[in-house]
């Protein structure tokens, strides 16, 4: 069974920061793109950065210059540092992860999109 546990949420000033972790555990062939989305109350999930195996970043509009995605492979992990945080950043953090599971029998699996329970970031004025 694979799972995505992410930490690191809290509340904070506008202007401070915060870093996410999102780890993944399980049986696990592979993982190709780490991700992070938000959703905001009333909003849609949104995408905000994410990261390919090789180390390619794609931000969001509103992350480029404050947001930064980072992984260590070793640890099946992905991080999403956070600075010059606004009151408008304030919402749940959901990692996300496409990961090739390993069966005992089958051998590795197709990727699936593997979502985590979400952390709370509220910024405050």
């Known amino acids: 069974q694979v799972q995505l546990v992410e930490s690191g949420g809290g509340l904070v000033q506008a202007g401070g920061s915060l870093r996410l972790s999102c780890a993944a555990s399980?049986?696990?062939?592979?993982?190709?793109?780490m991700g992070w989305y938000r959703q905001a109350p009333g909003k849609q999930r949104e995408f905000v950065a994410d990261?390919?195996?090789?180390?390619?970043?794609n931000y969001a509009d509103s992350a480029k210059g404050r947001f930064t995605i980072s992984r260590d492979n070793a640890k099946n992990t992905v991080y999403l540092q956070m600075n010059s945080l606004k009151p408008e950043d304030t919402a749940v953090y959901y990692c996300?992860?496409?990961?090739?599971?390993?069966?005992?029998?089958?051998?590795?699996?197709?990727?699936?999109?593997?979502w985590g329970q979400g952390t709370q970031v509220t910024v405050s004025s």
């Open positions: 996300k992860a496409e990961i090739s599971p390993l069966h005992a029998l089958l051998g590795h699996l197709p990727a699936f999109d593997y």
């Open positions: 399980g049986s696990i062939f592979s993982i190709n793109t």
């Open positions: 990261i390919a195996s090789g180390g390619t970043t």
